[in-house]
């Protein structure tokens, strides 16, 4: 049981670490002290709220498909990790990724909760590759277990996304000066990078590839 909540800890938050205007966002309102908890909840169970349709829909609406092209399927999320791994490798090598926090903007924009919240979900549901992320990746890496192990892979990867948004929203400050050094994002990318192709292999090796 504990392997598949790994599996799903572990690929949640390779995922929703990359850098996106959604992380920038929950970071510079964590900088600013303003409505942190309420953006890193929203973010979170927009993130759990989308995993969860996607385990299920792939699950009970598509499971005889599923089932018949499963090895088909095994091999194109092992081959779409193993490319995502190789982007965040060469990022490492290259040094390029950076973010940017303009802690210095007017605040105005950010007071209203309702306003905040709004600015969250444009960032999280117009954002394309979080639904390629949540629900057709994560969706289909949760084929390979099945009962209690998928629910704990569930579990799993929901987790990742709590334990993300809250850490980054409410260590902003403390986060800011380490992240901000290329040499940080080029640990991060490596380590990114090592467990997709962890995760690939795995399903590469699960879906008779290797």
């Not at 193993?82 to 290259?94: C, D, H, P, S």
């Not at 007071?111 to 629900?135: C, E, G, M, R, W």
């Not at 579990?155 to 260590?171: D, I, R």
Request: aromatic residues 14%.
């Amino acid at each position: 049981m504990i392997t598949p909540f790994i599996t799903g800890f572990l690929i949640g938050l390779s995922l929703i670490l990359a850098i996106g205007a959604q992380n920038t966002f929950v970071l510079r309102q964590g900088i600013l002290r303003q409505h942190v908890f309420y953006v890193a909840l929203f973010c979170a169970l927009s993130d759990s709220l989308l995993i969860s349709i996607g385990v299920s829909s792939i699950s009970f609406f598509l499971n005889n498909f599923i089932n018949g092209i499963s090895n088909i399927l095994f091999g194109f999320s092992a081959m779409w990790l193993f490319g995502y791994g190789i982007l965040r490798l060469i990022a490492a090598f290259n040094g390029n990724s950076m973010i940017e926090i303009k802690s210095s903007e007017s605040a105005e924009s950010s007071k209203n909760l309702l306003q905040t919240i709004s600015i969250a979900a444009i960032l999280t549901f117009a954002n394309p590759h979080v639904y390629l992320d949540t629900i057709v990746l994560i969706g289909s890496v949760s084929q390979q277990f099945s009962g209690y192990q998928k629910l704990a892979f569930v579990s799993g990867a929901c987790l990742a996304s709590f334990v993300f948004f809250f850490t980054l929203a409410y260590g902003a400050k403390l986060l800011t000066p380490l992240m901000i050094r290329p040499s940080s994002w080029r640990i991060l990318d490596f380590l990114i990078a090592l467990t997709m192709f962890t995760i690939a292999y795995k399903l590469a090796y699960a879906g008779n590839w290797l």
